[in-house]
């Protein structure tokens, strides 16, 4: 064998093995969830004062993202973001505030977007009301006059059996999310909790006790937020 064709093997061994090893390390999908031990050393080695002192439960919202709702030794109900990064699990983030937020797998994208919650037992909640909003708007130049009505969307979650959960969002918001093309400078002003703003487009809740009444989650909304990591909060 010659020395050309010994260094076109060891080149395309060396090819090979970066090739498996950036596989591994960047694409390779986690065999298993988190553990229970696991998610509590990662919520311990954060500077932070949050603390879970109970696990509710791992939820997988798919193969590298996992949803933890906990509750913490001074009974207020919180959220751990899991994410599988670099052939490992890591806490993307953590809130001590249960009330319902977006969770973006992917900047830009909203077909990628979950709405979450933990809401505490204590606020009875029967079911949470999610809108999609977009104020209606008119725009005028050279004399050419645009006028965009508004838009409701709505999707509901019930609260029958647990008090936190995720929700994808809609095939039909992301769409018209997506194809959205934004023309108001002004912020809207809404009876609904904003939680997602985009100008005069946004995604707000509505809490319903179970009687079907709009109440205000007071135990549900206290709470901080800490967050290090890529994927997106809102």
């Known amino acids: 064998m010659t020395k050309r064709r010994k260094l076109s093997m060891f080149l395309a061994l060396v090819l090979v093995i970066a090739i498996l090893s950036a ?41 590298t993202h996992v949803l933890v709702p906990f509750i913490t030794s001074k009974d207020t109900y919180g959220l751990i973001f899991v994410v599988w990064k670099h052939h490992k699990w890591a806490m993307d983030s953590i809130v001590t505030n249960g009330s319902p937020r977006i969770w973006t797998f992917k900047k830009n994208d909203p077909s990628s977007q979950y709405i979450v919650w933990n809401m505490h037992p204590d606020d009875q909640l029967g079911q949470i009301d999610f809108y999609l909003l977009k104020r209606r708007s008119y725009s005028g130049s050279g004399g050419i006059s645009t006028y965009e009505p508004g838009t409701q969307m709505k999707t509901t979650a019930l609260l029958d059996e647990s008090t936190y959960g995720f929700k994808k969002l809609p095939k039909d918001w992301a769409y018209y999310m997506e194809n959205f093309k934004d023309t108001s400078r002004n912020e809207p002003h809404s009876m609904f909790d904003n939680f997602f703003s985009h100008s005069s487009m946004y995604i707000g809740w509505l809490p319903m006790n179970k009687n079907g009444e709009s109440v205000f989650p007071e135990q549900s909304v206290n709470g901080e937020s800490y967050h290090r990591g890529d994927e997106i909060i809102d």
């Open 23 to 63: 596989y591994w390390f960047y694409l390779a999908k986690p065999s298993g969830l988190p553990t229970e031990k696991e998610i509590m050393s990662m919520a311990a080695k954060e500077d932070t004062t949050f603390r879970p002192d109970n696990i509710q439960e791992i939820l997988a919202i798919d193969s």
